[in-house]
């Protein structure tokens, strides 16, 4: 029996980093427009390699790759390069395929949902109801929250502390088999990983469930509830 499902937000239910290449191509189109003297490639690079090293969640890469390039930070080509970011981030953060379906479905049964992120508070929520999953999820629970990242137990702790829901009876959703899977299985929550979502080139993720696309879902739980498929 499931009655409850966790799932991860960045490439479970958005292409994160689909997202986070254009969102630097773009802030880097927008230093060079402002005066950074730079060849692209190699500058999209180099951010990267900070990201790589310091966590794709860094809320200052563009002052650190300033800093690295120029020996200090050139507002107008920060500006430039932030406003760049964000726009390229507005236009093309968006749900996988069938996501809102699959949530949708899920709510009809009666399946408590909620996320869990490495994502600092605000961007995690940023995320949630930009994409409008506020109406799908009313916990979500990040490092910041519980003081520890997965594959920590306190996050998935924390979830099944908010859903009222058992290890037994859950499912955690997500597409690092390090992190979501390994962290959720410790506890004994079920598992299922989003093969779709995965950029870490996993041969194995240990999950129980693998899922070529999020929709698989419904069909899972309601084999495991004993429900008869939708007609």
Avoid at 16 to 40: N, P, T
Avoid at 119 to 144: M, Q, S
Avoid at 168 to 183: C, K
Avoid at 200 to 217: K, P, R, W, Y
């Amino acid at each position: 029996m499931i009655n409850s499902v966790i799932f991860d937000i960045d490439n479970t239910l958005t292409d994160f980093m689909r997202m986070k290449r254009a969102a630097v191509d773009s802030a880097v189109d927008s230093m060079i427009g402002a005066g950074l003297q730079a060849e692209k490639s190699a500058m999209v690079e180099k951010v990267f390699e900070i990201y790589w090293k310091d966590g794709v969640e860094d809320q200052r890469i563009l002052d650190k790759v300033l800093l690295k390039e120029l020996g200090r930070i050139d507002y107008k080509i920060l500006a430039a390069g932030i406003l760049g970011y964000r726009r390229a981030k507005a236009g093309t953060m968006t749900l996988y395929p069938r996501v809102e379906m699959t949530l949708i479905e899920l709510t009809r049964m009666g399946i408590g949902m909620g996320a869990v992120s490495d994502a600092p508070r605000l961007e995690a929520w940023l995320r949630v109801v930009g994409l409008g999953l506020h109406h799908f999820f009313k916990h979500v629970v990040t490092a910041e929250d519980v003081g520890a990242r997965k594959p920590a137990p306190e996050p998935f702790r924390k979830a099944l502390e908010l859903l009222g829901s058992k290890p037994g009876e859950t499912l955690m959703v997500g597409d690092w088999a390090d992190r979501d899977i390994a962290g959720a299985k410790r506890l004994g929550i079920r598992t299922g990983w989003a093969k779709y979502g995965d950029t870490h080139e996993t041969e194995d993720s240990g999950a129980e469930f693998v899922l070529e696309d999020i929709h698989q879902l419904v069909a899972i739980i309601r084999k495991e509830n004993g429900v008869p498929a939708a007609a």
